[in-house]
């Protein structure tokens, strides 16, 4: 990808930013880039985030990209971003820089196929649920949680490590305590958005963080989304109105248990959902240990009581046939 045309010289001038070689874009979403650089100081390589040119315009947009950095600032956990410095260059262009994490998103994971574990996809909610605890106690919700927004990186020992990225719509409550943003106002991705903030008709806090991730642990299962639309209106109001579908396994039998904790998850009224990530996260510790070889897992046909094979279920919307609805930027948030 080619890097803006002065984006080498951005962080040109004293201080900081004088310590920063940038390099290659590794990453470019509809509000910032990011790219490789490495510190003088210390021959160290390091993530930056630069906001894009085209949004320096908007307050609003500045503001909610600096507020990301301080607040992952202020957030010290191994399954959250390390922020190293949060600033703007003498353009003004705010930029963040961070530890350079190498690996791939969940998105990733699963658009290139192969099978996950049961208790991989349980052990990489329950870090994500680590994350989002520590973010959580300071009254943050993230509201933006999906694949792409799940990291994978591999330690030295082999085991995967999950960080939670893009705090970039996540929002600090005035007080002390779970986080909630102004009614009336729709932000998130269409298909992981909770049913209180798809109406955005009351406050949204942290048990919408809990449904998403429901979302996703359902996605990580099934390569399904369990619920779908060609626009992000059909994928709302199917959020609204349609049950939740069922699962089955093809090999063994997927504990009751985690399908009640996906189904709680997933509950219409936030009242009926975990409380906090932590809750989720006690929930879901027994089924990190399952066999390898439980799965695959299907959807359901709606009303079906007995599972029938895989192939008789009712083709929903998967990553193969999946488009990303066309929908405006507040329900598309930022993805870098």
């Keep these: 990808m080619a890097i803006h045309h002065d984006a080498r010289h951005l962080l040109d001038d004293d201080g900081f930013e004088a310590d920063v070689i940038l390099g290659e874009v590794i990453g470019r979403g509809s509000m910032a880039m990011v790219l490789r650089a490495t510190l003088r100081s210390s021959g160290r390589v390091v993530a930056v985030k630069l906001l894009q040119p085209k949004h320096m315009a908007s307050p609003e947009i500045v503001n909610r990209f600096l507020r990301e950095g301080e607040l992952l600032q202020r957030l010290p956990s191994p399954h959250l971003p390390e922020v190293l410095a949060v600033g703007s260059t003498m353009s003004d262009q705010p930029y963040i820089v961070m530890t350079l994490l190498e690996g791939a998103d969940l998105e990733t994971r699963l658009t290139r ?197 895989p192939a008789k279920s009712e083709p929903m919307l998967t990553r193969a046939t999946r488009a990303t609805p066309a929908v405006p930027r507040e329900v598309n948030s930022p993805e870098t």
């Excluded at 806090?205 to 991730?213: K, P, T």
């Excluded at 709680?264 to 009926?272: I, N, T």
């Design 113 to 309: 196929g192969g099978p996950i574990a049961v208790r991989d996809a349980v052990r990489w909610l329950r870090q994500a649920c680590d994350g989002l605890a520590i973010a959580h106690a300071e009254g943050i919700v993230h509201r933006d949680l999906k694949p792409s927004n799940l990291f994978l990186s591999q330690g030295h020992d082999g085991a995967s490590t999950l960080t939670v990225l893009d705090f970039g719509i996540a929002k600090k409550a005035p007080e002390r305590g779970l986080a909630s943003t102004a009614p009336n106002l729709v932000m998130g991705t269409a298909y992981y958005m909770a049913p209180e903030q798809a109406c955005a008709a009351v406050a949204v806090d942290a048990r919408a963080d809990v449904w998403a991730l429901g979302v996703v642990l359902f996605e990580l299962l099934t390569r399904e989304l369990p619920f779908s639309g060609s626009s992000a209106l059909e994928v709302l109001a199917a959020i609204m109105s349609k049950p939740t579908p069922k699962l089955g396994c093809v090999f063994g039998d997927l504990p009751d248990g985690l399908v009640e904790v996906l189904d709680r998850c997933l509950s219409k009224r936030a009242a009926d959902r975990f409380a906090s990530v932590e809750e989720l996260s006690c929930a879901l510790a027994p089924y990190e240990s399952l066999p390898t070889s439980l799965g695959p897992v299907f959807v359901l046909p709606e009303g079906t009581v007995e599972p029938p094979l």
